[in-house]
């Protein structure tokens, strides 16, 4: 088991910057490929970006390519979400998510096959 936690969250300025952190224990935390995922209010659970375990892989989704970075800190057992250029539409909880399996592959945008999940942070984007 992976037990994850985010923080980060808040309120934030169009145009502005926040960072997500999610913060692993239990298992090797460099087992894990991490996503992060969001849903707004109403909305389904959506993919944003994931990285391979090494960091050396990432994938976005094209909604947020160009502004958001993923990026993780194996040592600290950490994984991070930067956020540039936020727009109103960001707005949602965000989730971090752990594959379970070192290398991203296909259906890395799926939530269902990530096997350990946060609680999740609210992110909201003021106009």
């Known amino acids: 088991q992976v037990q994850l936690v985010e923080s980060g969250g808040g309120l934030v300025q169009a145009e502005g910057s926040l960072r997500l952190s999610c913060v692993a224990s239990?298992?090797?935390?460099?087992?894990?490929?991490m996503g992060w995922f969001r849903q707004a209010p109403g909305m389904e659970r959506e993919f944003v970006g994931a990285?391979?375990?090494?960091?050396?892989?990432?994938n976005y989704a094209d909604s947020v390519k160009g502004r958001f970075t993923i990026s993780r800190d194996n040592p600290k057992n950490t994984a991070y979400l930067q956020m540039n250029r936020v727009k109103p539409e960001d707005t949602a909880v965000y989730y971090c998510a752990g594959r379970g399996t070192p290398l991203l592959n296909s259906g890395y945008a799926d939530a269902r096959v990530y096997r350990f999940w946060g609680q999740g942070t609210q992110v909201t984007v003021s106009s």
């Open positions: 990285t391979s375990w090494s960091g050396r892989s990432t």
């Open positions: 239990g298992r090797t935390f460099s087992d894990n490929a």
